[in-house]
C-alpha cells in the first residue's frame, strides 16, 4: 500500500476543498489511505465518509503545539483509532483562544484607524467555509488589504510606497520582521504545551509526528537533532513525517533519526487545496520523487500494525 496521503487539511480548519470534494479526488487517484488532519479539529464523520468511498482511514487530526522551554511551535500529526474524550477540552480550549485572539487584533486595528470588524471574521468565514476559529493572520491581512479604504493607512506605514498582499502580511504581520509591532500587538500563545501532547499519546495509544520538520526546522538541521530527544520524552513523539517537499538531505535525517530512536515515519503533502502548490504545500497525494514505493510499503506497515 503506496498510495497514501496521512496529511492534508479540508474547510473544517484552513483548506480550500469540503469532505467530499477531498474524497472524490482520492478515488479518482485510487488512494488507499487517506488520513484528515485538520488544525486542532477532529472530523468524526470523515473517517465514514472516506469507508463509504471504499477508502481506509482512522482518526485524526493535526495539533498546534509549543515548546516553551526553546520558545518553538510544533505542528504535530495525531493519528489512533479512537480518540478518548478528553481530548474535547484541550481542542475547545485552543480554538476558544484562537478566536479570542483574533477579536483582540481586530480591536487593536481598529484603534490604529483600520477599516475592519468582527464582521470581516465572520464574513471571510462564511465565504471560504471555514470557522471563524480557523481564520489566521493572512485572513485578517487579507481583509485589510482587499478593503479600499485602509490603502490609504498602509502606504503611510510603508513610507508612501504601495505594496502587494504578501508583502504587506511580511512586514506587519510576521513575528520578528521589522514593522511587526507597528500595529500588532503580541497575545498570549494560545498552544498548548508539549507536555500535554505526552497525555494524548498515553490517553489514546496515538502516534504523535512532527509534521514536515523540513519546514518547521528549515536550514537548522542541527537544531532539529539536537532537540529531538527532548521531543520523544517531553510530548512523547514517536512518529516523524517526510513531508512531499523534502530534500533529499532532510529525507535521510529523517530516516536516521527514525531508525536510531525507533519512531514511525509518517507521509506527505499537508495539501490546503486541491491543484495548488507552492515550496512548502504539495498537491494532493503529491509523491516526494526522492522516495522509493517500497519504502513507503514498509513505513506504512509499521503504522498499520501499531494501530
Given at each position: 500500500m503506496n498510495k497514501i496521503d496521512m496529511h492534508f487539511h479540508s474547510t473544517s480548519s484552513d483548506g480550500k476543498n469540503t469532505h467530499e470534494e477531498i474524497l472524490e479526488q482520492a478515488k479518482k487517484k485510487g488512494l488507499e489511505f487517506i488520513a484528515l488532519t485538520d488544525h486542532d479539529n477532529i472530523s468524526w464523520d470523515f473517517q465514514q465518509k472516506a469507508e463509504d468511498f471504499g477508502i481506509q482511514s482512522t482518526q485524526s487530526l493535526e495539533i498546534s503545539a509549543r515548546n516553551y522551554e526553546h520558545e518553538k511551535s510544533l505542528h504535530i500529526t495525531c493519528y489512533a483509532?479512537?480518540?478518548a474524550d478528553d481530548?474535547?477540552?484541550l481542542l475547545d480550549g485552543?480554538?476558544?483562544a484562537r478566536k479570542n485572539n483574533l477579536e483582540i487584533q481586530v480591536d487593536v486595528l481598529q484603534k490604529?484607524?483600520?477599516n475592519i470588524s468582527l464582521w470581516?471574521?465572520?464574513h471571510i468565514s462564511q465565504t471560504m467555509q471555514r470557522p471563524t476559529e480557523a481564520l489566521n493572520k493572512f485572513d485578517?491581512?487579507?481583509?485589510l488589504y482587499e478593503n479600499p479604504e485602509n490603502k490609504k493607512r498602509w502606504i503611510d506605514l510603508n513610507n508612501g510606497q504601495d505594496i502587494w498582499l504578501v508583502e504587506f502580511y511580511l512586514q506587519y504581520f510576521k513575528r520578528n520582521w521589522e514593522n511587526f509591532e507597528t500595529f500588532w500587538i503580541i497575545v498570549p500563545e494560545y498552544e498548548p504545551s508539549l507536555d500535554v501532547c505526552k497525555t494524548i499519546q498515553e490517553t489514546n495509544k496515538a502516534i504523535l509526528s512532527i509534521a514536515h520538520p523540513n519546514v518547521t526546522f528549515k536550514d537548522d538541521m542541527q537544531g532539529f537533532l539536537d532537540n529531538i530527544e527532548y521531543y520523544i520524552k517531553t510530548a512523547w513523539i514517536n512518529a516523524l513525517e517526510i513531508n512531499s517537499k523534502a530534500t533529499i538531505e532532510w529525507i535521510e535525517i529523517v530516516k536516521k533519526t527514525a531508525e536510531k530512536h525507533g519512531l514511525f515515519i509518517t507521509f506527505w503533502s499537508d495539501n490546503h487545496w486541491i491543484w495548488d502548490t507552492d515550496n512548502k504545500h504539495s498537491d494532493f497525494w503529491e509523491l516526494n520523487p526522492n522516495i522509493s514505493e517500497k519504502f513507503?510499503?514498509?513505513e506504512f506497515e509499521k503504522?498499520?500494525?501499531f494501530l
Open positions: 483509532n479512537s480518540f481530548i474535547f477540552e485552543v480554538k476558544n490604529h484607524w483600520f470581516d471574521l465572520e485578517i491581512a487579507r481583509i513507503i510499503e514498509k503504522y498499520r500494525n
